[in-house]
């Protein structure tokens, strides 16, 4: 059983910075980061895998936001840089036990409850 806890997040100007933790406990293959905006689809930001190869699966955040693994303490970080008003939205930590996932959401099995992170203009 993987259990997956956020933390962090809050509210912040257009251009500011945030950071998200999750932390993990049980076995992950991949662990990722994804979102859902008022009145969207929940999409993928970034997949961190087993072996440390990582995916963002958005061209909106690449170079902008950073994914990042602490083996030892089995967190998960989303550093959010140049924040924009579009990136507001629940973030959620997911994690997959088995190979391949991805961005695709239906993919994961286990989810965090959710954090929120809110940009204003």
């Known amino acids: 059983q993987v259990q997956l806890v956020e933390s962090g997040g809050g509210s912040v100007q257009a251009g500011g910075s945030l950071r998200i933790s999750c932390a993990a406990s049980?076995?992950?293959?991949?662990l990722g980061w994804f979102r859902q905006g008022p009145g969207k689809e929940r999409e993928g930001v970034a997949v961190?895998?087993?072996?440390?190869?990582?995916?963002y699966c958005s061209d909106s955040v690449k170079g902008r936001f950073t994914i990042s693994r602490d083996i030892g303490k089995n967190t998960l970080d989303l550093q959010m840089n140049s924040l924009k008003p579009e990136d507001t939205a629940m973030y959620y930590c997911?994690?997959?036990?088995?190979?391949?996932?991805?961005?695709?959401?239906?993919?994961?099995?286990?989810w965090g409850q959710g954090i929120q992170v809110t940009v204003s203009s």
């Open positions: 961190w895998y087993s072996g440390g190869g990582t995916t």
């Open positions: 997911a994690a997959r036990t088995r190979p391949l996932g991805y961005c695709a959401s239906g993919l994961y099995e286990y």
């Open positions: 049980g076995y992950t293959y991949s």
